[in-house]
């Protein structure tokens, strides 16, 4: 029986060559468990939505038209999915986001509990803390900056789970989200890392939060740094490849260690 779906997103905003990425890589690596393929349109127009859909032609999958006229960015869509299909195990992918390994989502949901956030990637940084003063006649624009991200973020260590991709329940994530206002970056970067970010909900609710890698380990907050998914060492127990984990993998030696510095403060 699938009693899980992925959904991935794709919106105007995106090019269509991570379309193909994801194609690609969905077909390559076996995901190992049976589920439900949902393909999200958001803010795309017809003529476009056919060229996907005769490339998913031979893929099982639904097609899903995020109606709403609001760029609320990923959240949300991802807000409406979840409505639409409540009560729901969902694996959120967005457009840049793809598998790298066999057996990719039988190993995130075999880490998954009840009410838990499974996550395959995390990160310690702050928006506040990685604010940098760079010339002195800046100076006032920076206290700005500065005062207006002290109320929406915590400093550094301020651990999330990145949503770039990951596996909840959909009644939890609409319990979230259905109070909330995603109408620019800012507003993204809150949802995910900020103060009231998604993964201090779950805090907030004692529901239990995960990195799982590709080893099928799973880590608890304190050693999500171990998991070996972002900025850190290698990095190559990644299950899911995004925008980030491909920047880390491009950079010398010297840039990785100011880079794993900046996420996991060592």
């Known amino acids: 029986m699938k009693n899980i779906t992925v959904c991935y997103l794709f919106t105007k905003f995106d090019k ?16 190992g468990l049976n589920h439900n393929l949902l393909i999200c349109y958001k803010l795309i127009d017809v003529d476009m939505i056919k060229i996907f859909e005769a490339k998913l032609k031979k893929i099982p999958h639904t097609k899903y038209l995020d109606t709403s006229p609001l760029n609320d960015y990923d959240f949300g869509s991802y807000y409406r999915v979840c409505k639409s299909y409540p009560n729901k195990r969902i694996f959120f992918l967005n457009a840049k ?5 066999h057996n990719w989502l039988k190993i995130i949901s075999k880490s998954y509990k009840n009410n838990s956030f499974v996550g395959t990637s995390a990160s310690y940084e702050s928006q506040l803390t990685s604010l940098k003063f760079k010339k002195f006649y800046k100076i006032f624009s920076f206290l700005i900056k500065f005062i207006h991200l002290k109320k929406r973020f915590n400093s550094f260590p301020n651990s999330h789970i990145r949503t770039s991709g990951f596996l909840i329940n959909s009644n939890n994530f609409i319990n979230f989200y259905k109070k909330k206002i995603c109408k620019n970056k800012l507003d993204a970067w809150s949802i995910e890392s900020g103060k009231d970010s998604i993964t201090n909900y779950f805090k907030s609710k004692k529901y239990p939060l995960f990195i799982v890698n590709s080893d099928g380990i799973s880590f608890n907050e304190k050693d999500w740094k171990k998991s070996n998914t972002f900025n850190y ?3 190559d127990k990644s299950i899911i490849s995004d925008t980030h984990t491909r920047k880390y993998l491009k950079l010398n030696h010297h840039r990785r260690l100011i880079s794993q510095l900046n996420t996991w403060g060592e």
């Open 16 to 31: 269509l060559n991570s379309f193909y990425q994801f194609l690609k890589n969905y077909k390559k690596f076996r995901p």
């Open 97 to 101: 986001s793809y598998p790298i390994k």
């Open 233 to 235: 060492q290698k990095q």
